[in-house]
Nanobody
């Protein structure tokens, strides 16, 4: 059972930055793909970014390309989502998720483990 804990959310003005963290309990994190998803009020949960722990392959939603960066720290068993140039439309609860394997996926249903989420609010 993989346990994921997100942190780093908060309130920021438009144009600002935040860094989200996803800490995992799984010692063999190298066998997983870690993704970030977000859900705004009244909307479906959508893909944001993902990284293959083993190979470092990444994928991004078009809406965040060039502004968000996903990375991993092997020693800390943690995945980060650096969010720059934030916009009010980035406001959502952000979730990290894990799926076994090495192939990066943008499909919500392909992820088996989820964290509790962290709120990101961007004011205009």
């Amino acid at each position: 059972q993989v346990q994921l804990v997100e942190s780093g959310g908060g309130l920021v003005q438009a144009g600002g930055s935040l860094r989200l963290s996803c800490a995992a309990s799984e010692r063999t994190f190298s066998r997983y793909v870690i993704g970030w998803f977000r859900q705004a009020p009244g909307k479906e949960r959508e893909f944001v970014a993902a990284i293959s722990w083993s190979f470092g392959n990444t994928a991004y939603a078009d809406s965040v390309k060039g502004r968000f960066t996903i990375s991993r720290d092997n020693a800390k068993n943690t995945v980060y989502l650096q969010m720059n140039s934030l916009k009010p439309e980035d406001t959502a609860v952000y979730y990290c998720a894990a799926r076994a394997g090495t192939v990066v996926s943008v499909k919500r249903g392909s992820y088996d483990y989820w964290g509790q989420g962290t709120q990101v609010t961007v004011s205009s």
